[in-house]
């Protein structure tokens, strides 16, 4: 099992912190680095600063938005993400939600598996050199009179060095999206996820590879977690309370929260559905304390030694390929700590 690391989704104050942490990720073995983008950096830019400071570490986005970007400008992103990095890019997708898509960036969302499946296939295109030519329900390429063009539009080939196998991950959550990764992804980019809820996830993203001629051995399943080692992990579960109640009451509305739905198909629907609706009341408090300790628990790597590396241990025989590492620490130098007795609980996972 390989691990990664990723940046907040908030505001990067210090870019010399950020820089210093992928610095130490890429010294202590970590795979790759993914970025953020909700309403604070895009998930690009930073990548591109990362990568010419330094050389083995991979990086992928997590994730770009679908229908924030047209799919050609999504693919030239990626070629050029992964031409100035050597090859050490991710392109990962996602469809977001509706309060960011719509509320921040003013487009419709509908179809959320149409539109996805859309922009991969046009990307596939794309990184492949092809003259590029689509009929689709959301791009027509080029565009023509029929659907609102001049008719002038023509189609184009890419003027960048060809990346046919860029890989493409998706993060998905609900079944039929897992399907559609599944099907067309290189990996999954996982979240809402606890092993002992694997199959959840597992079943759909299998039928999805099946059903495209390939099995779930071909995709990176990529989940993580908080690591916290502690020798009071109920302690530490009680402070990482409000994280999980921010993604079960406010990430979404009452029409559509997909972690909450996430968590609620693995046995925990009563318990998000109350952190829900004491969260959209303004019982933000009550939401926080509402949120169950084996919760958290389950959903984190939080206890002694031993017990982080019993947990890791459920997630690779649950089918887990790369760990997701949200280090603890209440100062940068902590979190290198946490990171790097991580990644050695890891290791010695590894050699079993």
Same mark, same amino acid.
């Given at each position: ?34 970025? =953020? ?231 925990? =629907? ?83």
């Amino acid at each position: 099992m390989k691990a990664s690391v990723s940046l907040g989704r908030y505001a990067v104050e210090d870019w010399d912190e950020i820089r210093e942490f992928a610095l130490e990720a890429e010294r202590l073995g970590v795979d790759s680095l993914w970025s =953020a983008e909700a309403w604070a950096h895009d998930g690009a830019t930073p990548l591109a600063w990362l990568m010419a400071q330094t050389t083995t570490l991979r990086f992928g986005t997590g994730i770009l938005q679908i229908g924030t970007r047209s799919p050609a400008l999504v693919a030239m992103t990626a070629m050029t993400l992964d031409s100035m990095s050597g090859g050490r890019f991710m392109l990962g997708l996602g469809t977001s939600g509706p309060q960011v898509i719509e509320g921040w960036h003013g487009v419709p969302f509908r179809k959320p598996i149409r539109h996805t499946r859309e922009v991969i296939e046009i990307c596939r295109r794309v990184f492949r050199g092809e003259t590029v030519t689509y009929e689709g329900e959301f791009y027509t390429l080029p565009l023509d009179r029929e659907h609102g063009g001049t008719g002038e539009g023509k189609a184009l080939r890419t003027g960048a060095p060809l990346t046919p196998q860029l890989p493409i991950y998706v993060a998905s959550l609900g079944p039929a999206n897992l399907r559609l990764t599944g099907e067309l992804a290189d990996g999954w980019l996982g979240g809402s996820f606890t092993p002992e809820g694997a199959e959840v996830f597992m079943r759909p993203l299998r039928e999805g590879a099946e059903a495209a001629g390939r099995s779930l051995a071909d995709l990176d399943i990529t989940v993580g977690g908080s690591i916290w080692f502690t020798d009071d992990p109920e302690a530490a579960a009680r402070t990482l309370r409000p994280g999980l109640a921010f993604s079960l009451g406010a990430m979404g509305s009452r029409q559509h929260n997909f972690y909450n739905d996430a968590y609620s198909r693995q046995g925990w =629907a009563d318990e998000a559905k109350e952190v829900q609706r004491l969260w959209l009341d303004g019982k933000r408090d009550a939401a926080r304390e509402a949120v169950p300790i084996e919760m958290v628990l389950a959903t984190h790597l939080i206890g002694d030694e031993r017990a982080v590396i019993d947990r890791l241990r459920l997630y690779r025989d649950a089918g887990v390929t790369t760990f997701r590492i949200g280090p603890h620490g209440a100062t940068p130098r902590e979190r290198v700590e946490t990171l790097a007795q991580g990644m050695d609980v890891l290791a010695r996972l590894n050699r079993e």
